[in-house]
């Protein structure tokens, strides 16, 4: 349970905009299954979100639960690798650098795929990226 003593006002409306980015609040509200009144109600932190509108947020956006809920980077899931863009950038990485070691190839990858997603709360560690495939 999320402790309230520990957030601060305004931090869940906050987050829940910052997910919403540039899409309009129209858009944003039917793409996770709730309308533009209750959308607003929600950023404006006038009524909370339940489980499941945060689980269809995640679902939407890639953006962790755990932050969604209480801000906590520390525990944020990496967001889902796509296959293709994976695959893309291992195939330019094996034409343009043949000779180049698994490690080094990893955190290539790594790089570029972050770069890609432009993530900024939960890039893929080259560690993990090592392990993929």
Known sequence: MIDKKKRKKGDVGQ??????????????????????????????EERSPDLDLLIRVREVTGISLDWLADGDERTAAPAPIDAEILAGIVRAIEDETPKLDTDSKARLIAGFYNRHLKLTASPIPAASAKKVG
């Open 15 to 44: 987050r829940l905009r910052q997910a919403r980015g540039n899409a309009s609040l129209v858009a944003f509200a039917a793409q996770v299954g709730s309308n533009k009144t209750s959308w607003s109600l929600y950023e404006s």
